[in-house]
């Protein structure tokens, strides 16, 4: 985990000390329905919550005790019966560290999504905002990073969030997926604990019960889980290229915002770089990459082999916290961006009306014009304002209406005034409530 | 794609023919609305489907033109005009060739889940009936590899069975994250074409509309589709590793179906390998490498490029195509799987009743021993046993429970009637019926 | 593999005509070291070649033969035996499959790295000629995609060819690493077969000896292979992002060749699309992707598990396939790119000399300046210039060293001939040469 | 980074530490070469070593004041000035950011790699020391997890060394690749900077030029690297993988060294798990996860952006100390395996002799039969045995045999002496020595 990227609220979820407050909180809720059950005493299971719910466990204490024993949830209960005293033998009974520490991990991957859920929240509210500021900001389409025809910002702002709203509900879904309980022993056979410890426990730690864990919760849930973060992170990605592309100097229709003091390279003063939304790109990667070892995670050996938990010991905290990390980054950017709706428009404009090339497409096949023909008619005249943009950087205004108006085979088809109709942009944005009604 | 793991049902779905009849259904149900709207002649409608609905394309003369044009869609139609001749020009009226190519997607990818429900459904069925066969059929559970307690080969199915019931949950998921079309023109505002065309075409051709397209439909739908595919895989790799266990040599618990006439290995006539089993692992790397390229294509320049485009011609087909082979492959094995109780329950019983380890451990625990002490006292016990089982290969009937009884120690906390009812296996499997009545 | 992304020079290497040619010429040549041995006689060995080398195998007799055995060598050698007759029973004799398959595969992937070696150098002498042709073309350099300091085209080329010389030199180390033979029997002990068949199968085939094979070839080497092959599509990759910014409307400094006929888009006759460096992105992410799939197949059981195989069905073809392609395609791309000096001298300009920035920064702080001061003054200047450029599209000619001359504080370190000297654009070219000489 | 698994030699080179004083000596050098050159006074050029050489930063207010200004590198030079005054303005001259952090960078994996080297090394010669302890050590060798042929389990780990050797080789590569140093300023141009300064930092830092750099090193280096990283872990996982069979309960011809005090597991007593081979199958996952981010960087935008650094600070620390500590853990294991020669051949034996059946199927071609009648003879008897072993654990001593000597179809193509010779397992081991003789 780069802590550069991390955010105090999600890093304190995979702290230690967290770690063992839930490890305490099942092995004693466990005792709780164990005492129900008749198993242990009802004082011993009350002497662990009063002795160890007010214990500070030692952190370090704990892992020097590890390096002796080797095993991590035998090094914690052996520090743990420091504060209970005799009753820590009825501590874990029927319990296999499994039923520890799979429990934990979804505790903890149910809260990093939740804080997620957040920060998804806080981007999708900033979209909605910043799409209806700029939902009638007209801009030019791309394709293939070419001018097409025309769209507003709003709507590109829409889609994104469009895009982001399926992201929460695949986060939604994810987090039914994770937040499972098992407590069920040894080979998940209940042989030495009684299901309704398993149900008593979920209950009390917000999750539901696995039906069938094998000592383990199965990993394709934590698959299909850092999957779904994968695909959230595609998503920043694709806002952030969106959002670099527009502030590159050629373009400058958006900036990041740049603060007093701030300095965009050390060696060229004139410089104002979109480096949060670069950085969004490669945490992007990072947090994709954890997708491949999550899926090898799937097929462990017979019951289970523990070759899962290293990865998870990483990407688990990596993940999220990149990802939460990265949610609140792109918040940020998009609740500060700078728009230059002027500049949208110049741009558009310095291809003289090209981005009209279409309607002439149609026009010229419903006057009865074919297909092919009507193509080369208005391509011959495109090409001519194209390189006048080229060669002058500004193929000027009314640079296509002009051509097509001594076009004579153009115009053998089609009146002037149609013509001259052809050129408002307006044309271009008559569905935009409509869309912004699918969406918002 | 590699024939040799493809089934004819799935490739044809990605053929050519089919791909131009989709082409066909969605300009046609277009003209149709459009039609409707008085935007083109109701006849032009009509002739279209009567003379292109019964028209068999002519694949190679469509690449041919394409070699020409250098654009795919524009040569279907092409060759499209000479069947429907001066009506024609009425098709694709307002429509960009991501309008037809991105919902032909969709409506593949839909009828290839479709066709992976079947798939999933018979490994589902072959699943439960396996393991209702096997409901009682006692083994060991393993973790790490190494002898753990009892458990049955039912409910190790039955795992299996509720893996891939969220499997099948997760698919029908992304059939809808698909199932998606998108008639929006060029830069997806709808400037040139009617949002009830779209609205036409997807109700006919059974999917949902997308809210905001942009020329496209947004490509985090089909990363989190191919992510589905990715985590189904794991399964079946998971299952697949399973036996492949099971079958080797020294476990020898199960075997793939072995026909008559086959041949293990060109060389040695003894052998008869898991290569079904083995395969299914293969085919789960190639179907799971489509995962992060389709996380990559979700990040495009602007309204679109079409960098995914070529990756979507190898990994749609592919990824479908060897999931589909691999489900039945799956099904097959598990249909047929020779399975040997006996061996079963002789593998477990070569240690000696070791498997009840932990059951003295609860027992001394319970008889006020604390936990560290009565750990001492089993483990002292049960390394005997293994070393017996190491050195002679079978520690013998008896082995662990003879060794308790003269531990003076351990007899000193438990009468002789405690220990001898510790090895009474069913204590193991007394709640696989709780396990099986939460899967099926 | 995808048809429309093959070249016949690479398909025919994975065609089934060519792998039973290699078959064949493996046990051959096996035989031919078995007589020397005295193993199987020399005339057996003589008519092999005689009936075997004029042969036409069929291909779909094989694939009938090998439903029924279920084993593909199995099946040519039953179909072999056939054409040569009695002395059939002396082919193969201590080989086993993997003998074949592995050292076939060897073949394969060498003779693919040949192929795609002549698509490296058609990538390295396109780029050293266009490289040369530009090597004083000024362009503006660019990080964060942000104007920074002037460059040459020729130097961008230049790079890239260094990174293709890179990339080659990593295929030529790849090649090494896969162009080993095996032919060591089963479990690689060369129980029933004389290490100098394999010494002699290896000299004939053009390959190493394998030191330790397990029967089968050890797939590290694969996992390295499928490896370069990814460095070198990500270096695609970065030659046609960068293409597909030049091309973008506005920067349009350089274009894909657009020929006449072509159709750019079916809907906007106005537009030129770089649809093959698009298509180049994708097809990185396609040979991409098998890296990881290859060194999953590294970590096989015991001595060796097929499950490699259906991995390597796929990868092996695609991955070389699309490769070679890929390569052919950048090269026509770079070969037949145009480019537009003018623009780039043009859109560099637009900024009014900022580029020249860092050396008033240097400047001012070899005249005495603190760092921190001297980037203030320069920036406040150049920030103007930038909203200049920002709001107009041209900040206009000599925009910068208007402002720095009027600047008192700066004139107060600078003479004015000092300031005008700063606007030389050579002095940003003056180490072309030792650029150019340490790449050619 | 996981502290759990990480080496405190190799976090230290990661150290905020130890980059400030990398990046120190980089810009002291660059004083040095710029005196030398006449740009800057030598007086300053000796106070910087002087004064900086000697000074202990300060990590958190090097964090305080990026925090303000953004940008790390001007943080450290703003630092810096504290300790060296008014000469601070000629530290930097002329150098851009990505100068200093990419040396830096390239400094920290070429020690990162030494260390690696050194991690290899201690793998290969305990594969070498064990490898000949057990040159002779009679196993069976398994195809697909079924008995085929005897081997060594010398052969088995001098193929592993074998890999390793590759592994180590392609790890220098990797250091070569990565070991370069690029001071060519903003956009690589050498505008400001005088190309002997990088020479001079280069030699004096112990690396190579970067022929072109972009103002960055070219990320296809990083990448290679990487790669080469993936490859080696993934051969960890395949000895892993080979240790963690040997030890499962059924097998036990090899465990993990297994501690006074161990426990292997918190509810059974009688476990000993192959956690560390488990273990480190899962760190492969992780290094291997960081190759496909490291090729997605390489296509940076114009002459750079800085996506890849976000990546790099995870991967570049992540995959160095995880591999690291892996290379170690794994030379332990297989320093401390211990071994079962008697369970290796009893385990074996079980078959009954099986594994002789190849030379039967030869020894009946040689004597004239066909081969398919020859496989049917031998798979006959074969299968026999088979499930002899498969219903009673255990064949039998020369179960294979007998059947052979009573079966008359056999019998009457070879002699009863032919026949006993064959169950000679000296036969199959003849060519171990060849084989060491390859690797050592």
Same mark, same amino acid.
């Given at each position: 985990?780069?802590?550069?990227?991390?955010?105090?609220?999600?890093? &304190?979820?995979?702290?230690?000390?967290?770690?063992?407050?839930?490890?305490?909180?099942?092995?004693?809720?466990?005792?709780?329905?164990?005492?129900?059950? +008749?198993?242990?005493?009802?004082?011993?299971?009350?002497?662990?919550?009063?002795?160890?719910?007010?214990?500070?466990? !030692?952190?370090?204490?704990?892992?020097?005790?590890?390096?002796?024993?080797? $095993?991590?949830?035998?090094?914690?209960?052996? $520090?743990?019966?420091?504060?209970?005293?005799?009753?820590?033998?009825?501590? #874990?009974?029927?319990?296999?560290? @499994?039923?520890?520490?799979?429990?934990?991990?979804?505790?903890?991957?149910?809260?990093?999504?939740?804080?997620?859920?957040?920060? /998804?929240?806080?981007?999708?509210?900033?979209?909605?905002?910043?799409?209806?500021?700029?939902? #009638?900001?007209?801009?030019?389409?791309?394709?293939?990073?070419?001018?097409?025809?025309?769209?507003?910002?709003?709507?590109?702002?829409?889609?994104?969030?469009?895009?982001?709203?399926?992201?929460?509900?695949?986060?939604?879904?994810?987090?039914?997926?994770?937040?499972?309980?098992?407590?069920?022993?040894?080979?998940?056979?209940?042989?030495?604990?009684?299901?309704?410890?398993?149900?008593?426990?979920?209950?009390? /730690?917000?999750?539901?019960?696995?039906?069938?864990?094998?000592?383990?919760?199965?990993? !394709?849930? #934590?698959?299909?889980?850092?999957?779904?973060?994968?695909?959230?992170?595609?998503?920043?990605?694709?806002?952030?290229?969106?959002?670099?592309?527009?502030?590159? *100097?050629?373009?400058?229709?958006?900036?990041?915002?740049?603060?007093?003091?701030?300095?965009?390279?050390?060696? /060229?003063? $004139?410089?104002?770089?979109?480096?949060?939304?670069?950085?969004?790109?490669?945490?992007?990667?990072?947090?994709?990459?954890?997708?491949?070892?999550?899926?090898?995670?799937?097929?462990?050996?017979?019951?289970?082999?523990? @070759?899962?938990? @290293?990865? &998870?010991? +990483?990407? +688990?905290?990596?993940?999220?916290?990149?990802?939460?990390?990265?949610?609140?980054?792109?918040? +940020?950017?998009?609740? %500060?961006?700078?728009?230059?709706?002027?500049?949208?428009?110049?741009?558009?404009?310095?291809?003289?009306?090209?981005?009209?090339?279409?309607?002439?497409?149609?026009?010229?096949?419903?006057?009865?014009?074919?297909?092919?023909?009507?193509?080369?008619?208005?391509?011959?005249?495109?090409?001519?304002?194209?390189? /006048?943009?080229? *060669?002058?950087?500004?193929?000027?205004?009314?640079?296509?209406? %002009?051509?097509?108006?001594?076009?004579?085979?153009?115009?053998?088809?089609?009146?002037?005034?149609?013509?001259?109709?052809?050129? !408002?942009?307006?044309?271009?944005?008559?569905?935009?409530?409509?869309?912004?009604?699918?969406?918002?």
């Amino acid at each position: 985990m780069i802590e550069r990227y991390a955010r105090k609220e999600m890093t &304190e979820i995979w702290s230690a000390a967290t770690k063992y407050r839930i490890w305490f909180e099942i092995e004693a809720h466990g005792c709780d329905a164990l005492a129900e059950l +008749g198993v242990i005493p009802k004082s011993a299971a009350k002497n662990i919550w009063d002795k160890g719910g007010s214990a500070e466990f !030692d952190v370090a204490k704990i892992d020097e005790i590890e390096r002796e024993v080797k $095993h991590d949830v035998i090094a914690f209960l052996t $520090h743990l019966a420091e504060f209970i005293g005799e009753d820590a033998r009825f501590v #874990h009974q029927g319990f296999t560290s @499994s039923d520890i520490l799979d429990t934990t991990l979804s505790v903890q991957l149910a809260r990093a999504t939740d804080l997620l859920l957040v920060g /998804m929240d806080r981007v999708l509210t900033a979209l909605e905002k910043r799409a209806k500021e700029h939902k #009638h900001t007209i801009t030019i389409g791309r394709s293939h990073g070419i001018h097409a025809e025309p769209t507003t910002f709003g709507v590109k702002l829409a889609r994104f969030h469009a895009e982001f709203a399926r992201g929460r509900a695949r986060l939604v879904q994810a987090r039914e997926e994770i937040a499972v309980c098992a407590i069920s022993g040894a080979i998940g056979t209940f042989a030495n604990i009684d299901p309704k410890v398993e149900e008593h426990v979920a209950e009390k /730690m917000g999750l539901a019960i696995e039906p069938v864990s094998s000592q383990i919760i199965p990993r !394709d849930r #934590h698959a299909a889980f850092f999957a779904a973060l994968g695909v959230i992170a595609s998503s920043i990605e694709n806002v952030a290229v969106e959002i670099r592309h527009l502030q590159r *100097t050629e373009v400058l229709e958006a900036e990041e915002f740049f603060s007093k003091g701030q300095k965009g390279s050390s060696a /060229m003063p $004139h410089k104002r770089n979109p480096v949060l939304t670069e950085n969004l790109s490669g945490l992007a990667r990072l947090v994709r990459m954890a997708v491949v070892p999550a899926m090898e995670n799937v097929a462990l050996w017979h019951e289970r082999d523990i @070759s899962h938990s @290293s990865v &998870e010991r +990483g990407i +688990g905290p990596d993940s999220t916290v990149h990802l939460d990390f990265a949610l609140h980054r792109l918040a +940020g950017v998009i609740e %500060n961006l700078v728009v230059y709706p002027e500049k949208m428009k110049s741009n558009m404009d310095r291809l003289g009306g090209l981005h009209n090339s279409q309607r002439f497409l149609l026009a010229l096949t419903q006057a009865g014009e074919q297909r092919e023909s009507a193509y080369r008619l208005v391509q011959r005249n495109a090409m001519k304002v194209w390189e /006048m943009f080229r *060669t002058q950087g500004n193929a000027g205004e009314g640079a296509f209406l %002009n051509l097509i108006l001594s076009d004579q085979d153009v115009m053998a088809l089609l009146s002037e005034d149609q013509v001259r109709a052809m050129f !408002d942009d307006e044309y271009h944005l008559k569905h935009v409530d409509t869309i912004f009604a699918r969406v918002f």
